[in-house]
C-alpha cells in the first residue's frame, strides 16, 4: 500500500458510493452522515431491532459505536452484526471510552467476543482498555503518553484476531504481522468532537470497497489525514475547521495525497 494505491481506493469509493450502516452515539450522528456525503459514500443511521438486520445485509459495511450506549443499542449492534457476519458485510467497531467505566468496557469486550469484527478503530487508551493492558494517559491525546503504539496494536491484534486500528499523533493500523503507520492529520482534529468516529466510519466506507481489510483502514487514516492537514491551513479556529475539513473531504483527490500522504511499513 502507498500513496497511489490510497488514491485509488479512494476514487472507488466516490464511484460506487457504498452503503455504510451507522448504529453510532447521539453526539456525531449528524457530522459522521455529512462526512460519509463528502467522501461519497452513502451514510445510512438505523437502529431499530426490528430492521436493523435487513440493512446490515445491503450494506457495504456496518459501523459499531458504543460512544452513548444503552441496552436497546447493544441488543441492536448484536443482531446487525450477526446478520453482517452472515451476509459477509465487514463489522467495523469503535470502543469508545473503553476503560472508562466498567459498562463501556464490559461492552466491548462482549462486541468483539461475539462479533466477527474486521477493524477495530480507537485510540490507544481504548485499544488498551479493551485488551485488559495498562495505558497512561496524559492530556487528551492518549497517543502520546510515550507507550509504545506499535507494539500494543500488535498484541491486540493477535489477541482480538482482527485488525487493529489506533490514532492518535501517528495512525497505526495492523494485522499483528504487517503493520503501517501512517503521520498525517492535525492537532485540531482533537478540538472537533466526532473526528475519531468519523474516522470509524469512513473506514468503514473503504473496507466496502477495498476487502484488504489492513489496506483498506490504512488508505482511509492517510486520506483522512491529508484533508485535515490541508483544511488546518484555511481555518481560524475548531468552528471553521469543522466546515472548511468537510469540505475537504469531498475537494481532495489523488494529486493531494500522493503529495501530502505519509504511509510506511514498519
Ligand atoms: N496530535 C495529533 N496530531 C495529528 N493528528 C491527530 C492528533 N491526534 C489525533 N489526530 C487525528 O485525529 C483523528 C481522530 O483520532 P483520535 O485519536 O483523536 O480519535 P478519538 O480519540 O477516538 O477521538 P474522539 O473520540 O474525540 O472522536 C485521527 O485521524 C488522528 O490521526
Ligand atoms: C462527547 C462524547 N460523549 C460520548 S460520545 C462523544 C463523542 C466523541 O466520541
Ligand atoms: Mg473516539
Known amino acids: 500500500m ?28 449528524n ?4 462526512g460519509l456525503l463528502a467522501l461519497g459514500a452513502s451514510p445510512v443511521m438505523a437502529y431499530a431491532k426490528e430492521e436493523v438486520a435487513d440493512m446490515a445485509k445491503i450494506a457495504g459495511a456496518l459501523v459499531l459505536n458504543i460512544g452513548t450506549l444503552n441496552e436497546t443499542e447493544i441488543e441492536a449492534m448484536l ?3 450477526k446478520s453482517a ?31 466477527n469484527v474486521s477493524i477495530i478503530r480507537g485510540n490507544a487508551a481504548e485499544i488498551a482498555n ?5 495505558w497512561t494517559i496524559k492530556g487528551v491525546d492518549a497517543g502520546e503518553s510515550g507507550g509504545d503504539v506499535v507494539a500494543l496494536a500488535k498484541k491486540a491484534a493477535q489477541q482480538l484476531k482482527t485488525v487493529v486500528a489506533i490514532t492518535g499523533k501517528e ?16 492537532p485540531i482534529l482533537t478540538k472537533v468532537t466526532g473526528t475519531g468516529c468519523l474516522v470509524t466510519s469512513v473506514i468503514g466506507a473503504f473496507v466496502a470497497v477495498e476487502k484488504n481489510a ?20 484555511e481555518a481560524e479556529g475548531p468552528g471553521s475547521f469543522q466546515i472548511a475539513f468537510l469540505n475537504q473531504l469531498a475537494n481532495i483527490g489523488t494529486d493531494d495525497i ?8 514498519v
Open 2 to 29: 502507498n500513496v497511489q494505491n490510497v488514491a485509488n481506493v479512494l476514487e472507488k469509493v466516490r464511484q460506487t458510493n457504498p452503503l455504510v450502516h451507522n448504529i453510532t452515539n447521539v453526539v456525531v450522528t
Open 31 to 34: 457530522f459522521t452522515a455529512n
Open 79 to 81: 443482531i446487525a452484526g
Open 85 to 115: 457476519n452472515e451476509h459477509n458485510v465487514p463489522v467495523v467497531f469503535d470502543p469508545v471510552g473503553a476503560g472508562a467505566t466498567p459498562y463501556r468496557t464490559e461492552t466491548a469486550r462482549k462486541l468483539v467476543r461475539e462479533l
Open 130 to 134: 479493551v485488551i485488559g493492558e495498562q
Open 171 to 186: 495512525d497505526v493500523v495492523t494485522d499483528g504481522h504487517t503493520t503501517y503507520l501512517i503521520r498525517n492529520g492535525h
Open 214 to 233: 489492513v489496506h483498506a483502514a490504512a488508505a482511509a487514516l492517510t486520506y483522512y489525514g491529508v484533508a485535515a492537514e490541508i483544511a488546518a491551513k
Open 258 to 265: 500522493v503529495r501530502h500522504g505519509s504511509i510506511e511499513i
